[in-house]
C-alpha cells in the first residue's frame, strides 16, 4: 500500500496533466546550437538563451581543452579552502573591467547568485523592493533573506516610490531584472536608481539576458548605473555567454562582504576551474562580438517586420533578442507551438503560472546563429498557421 504523503503527490500529478499544466523534458542529443535535434527530431530552435551562439563555438571548446589539461575536471573544494582556482580569479578580474565595476565574484548558477546576494545583504529589519514580474530566482532570494516582501506592479515607479516613502525598514533593496526573461522590455535604470539615491536603497539588477548583448556586450546598466556604488549588477553566464555560472559585480565593500557571509557561494564546491576558462574566452568573444550583435539585430528587425500585420497574435514591444508573441489563452499558444514543431520549428508555449492569465504566448528567441533564411521560414511558418 502506498502511503498517504505519496498518494497526494500521485493525485496532484494527475491534476496538473488534467490542467495541461505537466511539464516535459526534451531531450536533446549533440550541440547546442540555431540547428538542433530534439527527441530525435531535427529541428530550428526558437527557445535557447545562447544569443550570440557562443554554447557550442570552437573557440571556447578549444579553451576547454586546453584548460582540461592544465586542472583536470574537478575543483575539488569550496572557494573559501582550495577551490579557488587561478582560472576563476581571472575571470573576476576581466568581467569586473568589463563591465566597469570595482570587483566582481564568479557563482556557479544565476540562482544561487540571486539567493547568495539578497540573503547576505538584507535580513528581517529589511525591506526588499521587487518588480511583479522578476525572475522566481529573486522572488525566492528575497522570500528566503527574511526581509520584508514588498512587490510592486511592473514597471510602476509611482507605487515603488510610495512604498519605499512608508517603509521604515533599516536596509532597503530594490531589485529588478533588467530585461524582464517573458516580456524581452528594458526596467527603467536610471529612474530605479534615483529612488535609490533618493531613499538611500540598494539597487540590485540581474541582467541575465542583457549581459553580452546590449551596450557593446556590457550589458543593460547606464553610464550612471555602473559608477554608482549602490548598484549591484548580476550577469549570469549560461545565456549570452554561452557557458555557465553567474557574476555579481559591485563594489569592493559589497563583494569582500559576500566573500565572507553568502551561504550560497561558502558552503559550496566552486564550479569546475575549465568553465572559467572558458568564460575567459567567451568574454573575449563577447568584446569582440559586434558582428555577432549585428547579426542578432538585424534577425529581432527582420522578425519583427515579417510579423507585422499578423492577426493570430501580437508581438510585444521588445528589442531583446525575447521576442514573445502573445496568443492569449493557454490551449491555444499550446497547439501552435505544436504546428510549429510539425513544421520543423521549435517554438515554446509559456502558459499561466509562469505569465499573468490570458497572455499565454510563444516565447521567440533569437540569436546570431540563426541564418536570415531560419527566421524566413518562422515568418513563413506563422503566417500559415494563423
Ligand atoms: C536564467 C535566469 C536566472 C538564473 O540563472 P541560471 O544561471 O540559469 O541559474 C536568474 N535570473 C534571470 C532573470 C534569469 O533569466
Redesign the pocket.
Known sequence: MTHAALTRLQDGLAALKAEHLERHRRLLDGAQGAHVTIDGQRVVSFCS?DYLGLAADPALVAAAHAALGQCGVGAGAAHLITGHHRFHHDFEAAFARFVGKPAALLFS????A?LAVLTALVGRHDEVFADKL??A??VDAAQLSGACFTRYRHGDLAQLESQLANSPAQDKVIAS?LVF?MDGDLAQVDALLDLGERFDAWLYL?D??GFGVLNDGRGGLTERARASDRVIY?A????AAGV???AVAAHTGVIDWLIQKARPYIYTTAAPPLLAACLLESLRQIEAGDARRERLRSHIAQLRAGLAGLTLGSLMDSATPIQPLVIGANADAVRLSRELLQRGLLVPAIRTPTVPAGTARLRITLSAAHSVDDVAQLVEALHAVS
Not at 549570469?236 to 545565456?239: D, F, H, P
Open positions: 538563451n548558477t544565476g540562482y544561487m540571486n522578476n525572475h530566482s529573486l531584472d526573461s540581474d541575465a539576458h548580476l549570469t553566464l549560461g545565456k555557465s555560472g553567474a
